[in-house]
């Protein structure tokens, strides 16, 4: 396996968020190594692809940039090329995942409220998506909008984000 500084796509760009958009829970990594769990190899190679500190993953209070997701996603996705990597990146994540969103969406009343909950708090989810709900009668619709140019990234955030939606609607 090759290092990240010689690997022929690192040099491609990263997505750009606004700053507001940028920093998450290590929980998210930390899920993103469970998938990998197998490879230890490949997860000490994917933080430190993305300059990540082993540490920092069960480290609660700890923040991951967005650009250091995206270079470990990129690193990863160089090493494990699948588009099955998005859908179990979502099966893993839980409401829970969300902290308070998560808790508050836990607490409601019905599947809908929980997912009204998540959409109009949806500023506070690690999707880089925007969330529209639509409610007619007893059909729901859910759509998931671009916000960012998310390159060659945009096909595992948009199944890790459905998956998720699907898997905490059960």
Same mark, same amino acid.
């Given at each position: 396996?090759?290092?990240?500084?010689?690997?022929?796509?690192?040099?491609?760009?990263?997505?750009?968020?606004?700053?507001?958009?940028?920093?998450?829970?290590?929980?998210?990594?930390?899920?993103?190594?469970?998938?990998?769990?197998?490879?230890?190899?490949?997860?000490?190679?994917?933080?430190?692809?993305?300059?990540?500190?082993?540490?920092?993953?069960?480290?609660?209070?700890?923040?991951?940039?967005?650009?250091?997701?995206?270079?470990?996603?990129? =690193? @990863?996705?160089?090493?494990?090329? !699948?588009?099955?990597?998005?859908? /179990? #990146?979502? %099966? *893993?994540?839980?409401?829970?995942?969300?902290? =308070? @969103?998560?808790?508050?969406?836990? !607490?409601?009343?019905?599947?809908? /409220? #929980?997912? %009204? *909950?998540?959409?109009?708090?949806?500023?506070?989810?690690?999707?880089?998506?925007?969330?529209?709900?639509?409610?007619?009668?007893?059909?729901?619709?859910?759509?998931?909008?671009?916000?960012?140019?998310?390159?060659?990234?945009?096909?595992?955030?948009?199944?890790?984000?459905?998956?998720?939606?699907?898997?905490?609607?059960?």
């Amino acid at each position: 396996m090759s290092s990240h500084a010689s690997d022929p796509q690192s040099s491609m760009p990263l997505p750009k968020v606004p700053s507001d958009h940028q920093h998450h829970p290590s929980l998210v990594i930390k899920h993103y190594l469970d998938l990998i769990a197998d490879t230890p190899i490949l997860q000490r190679s994917c933080l430190n692809a993305a300059n990540i500190p082993k540490n920092s993953i069960t480290d609660p209070y700890a923040k991951v940039s967005s650009a250091r997701e995206f270079s470990f996603l990129q =690193h @990863l996705l160089l090493h494990m090329p !699948s588009n099955m990597l998005g859908f /179990d #990146a979502g %099966k *893993s994540f839980h409401v829970n995942c969300h902290e =308070h @969103l998560g808790f508050a969406a836990l !607490s409601s009343n019905t599947p809908l /409220d #929980a997912l %009204k *909950s998540l959409v109009n708090f949806s500023g506070l989810t690690y999707s880089f998506f925007s969330l529209n709900l639509t409610v007619k009668n007893t059909f729901v619709r859910l759509t998931l909008e671009d916000q960012y140019d998310l390159g060659e990234l945009y096909i595992f955030y948009l199944l890790r984000d459905i998956t998720f939606v699907i898997t905490a609607g059960r």
